[in-house]
């Protein structure tokens, strides 16, 4: 049993209202009590006047304008699903050498679904799963299948000129899917008030990205810092892409412009910090070694978040393993520890309801899903719990009363004006690393719903281990976007693991395995501030003979800005 009791809020007397039938644990049936359509009414929460955005491009107005397959010979005859027609504004510019051969869909840039893509060949093309409807396509590979495609596929996509006026810098944020191959490059420009003066500003091709195959480069979020010219009223962004036939691909997606944060002293000890640990599976040497590492740096922090997987089948001896760590460590853990539920607490032969209670009486509460507050000096931060109910499968079956509870408790850190941290053990489906693969997608009962949900929130961030995925991939930290949602959609990290590491092999999805690459030992810190979050994706090292090592490294970094703060 965990040493400390975490602060939680009581339930509102709002969301005991809603929940007209109340529902025990381990209850689904979702249908009697709420149904999905009435569960996610919630408007996008607008932080359009306070987030600091000066133009977004989704491309998902061209939907309306997608046309039928036109000569792909991959795709069958009918589907819709590409355009050559550019956003409002915007515009694209070919080689002449292009004019009249190679694939219609795939002549320079088109605007198409991730689907519609997929379809004309998989290749890595699916795993762009940050992907929200309408996207931005070049693909030399594709172009090259019919009609004689020439050897210089060349292609320009030209923004509008969007309103810089009064800024100094300004921050360039797109979605990017890219695949190398010798020869072949990308590259950003930028221009100011039409001067015909272009500056690179990013830059793919085989001296900085390795070519086929990149993983840092797939799936991934460019983030550029611009400065603006005294005076300049407008800037002008092409993305320009050039390759022999037959090379590979480049698609974007979500362009948005900002303003920068200000800068700040981004001291920790002004921060509400928390540590992040998951799947420990069988490793109390290394967990210990972590918590050591985690202290090293964050000695002050206000809470420890345990993401799953914490022992490696739910047995007695393996909780009594952790719990040995956990009392070892007292003297230097957070005081606020909160626990979510994994597959591996419950893999032995007996009934669920003994594993899961054996997982509460570690998380010391009296149900898989719950609310815990972090208090220090960055403020009140909320960790809200979710997590299974009843046996597999699905992997996280869900009642009607954890789903409002989450909905409610959502809308009312919100209304603080607070960002908030969601804790699963489970990726929902294309969110973060490796959730692309279509077995995560099916392992929340209500995959759909919790998106959507989140997708309203873009002050929320979800935190998820299971897959054990590298933090040097593209989509180790992503925005996910839905339909409908707000245009930013929400936050999505991968926590690493204590144990192993995996990763995906294989060209095509259909056909994906996963393998063990090299034992690590990975976790996450997170300092929240009143206007940001900045999460440190932090390596460890595997503990030595005598449970020490010199490795305490930040292998990646992302900055959250608090979207409901001006």
Known sequence: MLGSQPRRRALSSALALA???????????????????ELHKAKPVNTQPTDNVLYRQSFNDLAAQLQARSSDPD???????????????????????????????????????????VDAEDQMRNRFARADNVIAVADSDEFADRNNAPHDFKTTLVSEGIKVAGQSVVQLSFDSHYRGWAGQSATVTVEFDGSGEQTEILRYDSTTVTDNYDGSVLNANETVDIEVPEGAKTATFRWNFEAEANSWYWAIDSVSVREVLPAAAMDASDATS???????????????????????????ASGLLMVGDIVAHGTEAQWNDVNKVMDDAAPILPGTVAAAIGNHESYT??????????????ADRDRVWDEYVLEGNGGEVPALVLGQEESRPPEVPMSAEQLEWFKERLA?????DKQILVISHFPLGDTASASWIPWYST??????????ILG?????????????YPFELGDWAVQRRTDGGHPDGFWAVNTGAIQVEWDARGENTEGISEIVTRDINRGLTIDVYEDRMVIDARDFGVAGADGTNEVNDVVRSVTIPNPLKK
């Not at 009312?412 to 603080?416: A, E, F, N, V």
């Not at 392992?443 to 959507?452: A, K, M, P, Q, R």
């Open 412 to 416: 009312y850190w919100t209304k603080q």
């Open 19 to 37: 929940v007209v039938v109340p529902l025990a644990i381990g209850t689904t049936s979702i249908a009697t009590a709420a149904p999905e359509a």
């Open 75 to 117: 795709i069958v005859d009918g589907t819709v699903g590409f355009t050559s027609t550019a956003p409002k504004g915007w515009s694209v510019e070919n080689s002449e050498s292009m004019t009249g051969v190679g694939v219609d869909e795939w002549r320079g840039w088109n605007f198409t679904t991730r689907e519609f893509w």
């Open 456 to 468: 309203d929130y873009p002050n929320a961030v979800m935190l998820n281990g299971h897959t054990h």
């Open 274 to 300: 928390t540590w992040v640990v998951s799947d420990i599976q069988g490793q109390p040497g290394d967990l210990a070694h972590a918590f050591k590492d985690l202290n090293a740096v964050r000695p002050d």
């Open 349 to 362: 032969s007996e009934p669920f309801e003994v594993l899961r209670d054996r997982f509460l009486d570690f």
């Open 443 to 452: 392992h929340y009962e209500h995959n759909d719903l919790l998106t959507g």
